[in-house]
């Protein structure tokens, strides 16, 4: 299918008479697209419409929404943002129509300054989690979780979105994109691949890095590795985690030395920077799992969810008055 992209969203916002929607208001800005909330004109109901770049493709439809929209519309789970039907106008923009939500986590914890109690954070964590279990287990790589890629309703009920990064797992496949997953979610591995120009084979251990990345955040209300670029960004981890050696990540003397680039050698300090008012010595032990240096000892999604700290005394809630947290909405 090819299709022509002379749309101009800033002149008339809305899509043609035959996809039945109306856009109101851009309410994001991705990399392979725009996000528009916007109603049903039929039903009345508020939805999410997700328009497709077409300016710089050549070759027809993008293969980046192709895959995006095939995960998609496969996809069936309580915790996975999923496609309602994809339309097109007469000009040739390509639509994506989803569930609207009311906020996404990143908003929520930057702009809103929300705080999470302890039995929040575990329900969230959870529900994130389960999400990512459920794209594993159907051999799915998100290749792009953060805070902004997770959405909830009024009820703090959780859903993963934004599949332009995903791909499903091939045994054929040895080598898959390097430089994916935005930077302060990016795990070690395939940050140093990037400097040191080793890129190594990843699977399922780069989301549960990130995964960790989001655990730690909702616990300190803030990022906690935040970097401006690929190599501060090591530091950065380092800094917290500490550099690794041969007990903490074995294949980190692999990677080719080079003589430009240096690593100071930091002890780890992950404890100090967690109260045990915010996070259990159980939570803790989950959290260090994660962010394991060697992605081959980094906890796997299942055994994730059969940790202890879900067990615990607090148990996590099974609703969030998002409303009643956040009353500037």
Not at 35 to 40: L, R
């Amino acid at each position: 299918m090819k299709l022509n992209s002379n749309y101009n969203t800033t002149n008339k916002q809305q899509l043609r008479y035959d996809t039945h929607y109306e856009l109101t208001l851009q309410i994001g800005q991705g990399t392979y697209g725009e996000v528009w909330k916007g109603y049903d004109r039929e039903s009345k109901q508020v939805v999410a419409l997700k328009k497709i770049k077409m300016e710089q493709e050549r070759d027809g439809f993008p293969q980046t929404a192709i895959r995006e929209i095939k995960i998609m519309k496969k996809a069936h789970d309580d915790n996975i943002h999923s496609i309602t039907e994809v339309v097109w106008s007469e000009s040739g923009d390509v639509f994506l129509v989803m569930d609207f939500y009311d906020y996404d986590l990143r908003k929520l914890l930057e702009k809103h300054q929300i705080k999470f109690s302890p039995p929040e954070v575990k329900y969230l964590l959870k529900q994130l989690v389960s999400g990512v279990r459920y794209l594993h287990e159907n051999q799915l790589l998100h290749r792009d979780l953060k805070t902004e890629n997770i959405l909830l309703d009024q009820q703090g009920h959780l859903k993963i979105c934004d599949f332009g990064l995903a791909r499903k797992i091939e045994e054929k496949m040895k080598q898959y994109t390097p430089v994916v997953v935005t930077l302060w979610y990016r795990s070690p591995e395939l940050l140093l691949g990037e400097i040191l120009e080793n890129f190594q084979p990843y699977k399922f251990e780069i989301d549960q890095w990130s995964v960790g990345c989001i655990f730690a955040e909702l616990v300190r209300c803030s990022v906690l590795f935040a970097g401006t670029n690929s190599l501060e960004q090591v530091d950065k981890i380092f800094s917290i985690m500490g550099t690794p050696d041969a007990n903490s990540w074995p294949d980190f003397a692999d990677f080719p030395k080079n003589d430009r680039i240096t690593f100071k050698d930091y002890p780890n300090r992950l404890r100090a920077l967690f109260s045990h008012k915010t996070i259990t010595d159980n939570g803790f032990e989950l959290l260090e799992q994660l962010l394991m240096m060697d992605p081959k000892n980094r906890l796997s999604s299942l055994d994730t969810l059969a940790h202890p700290y879900f067990l615990e005394d607090p148990p996590p809630v099974h609703v969030i008055d998002i409303l009643k947290k956040n009353p500037q909405k």
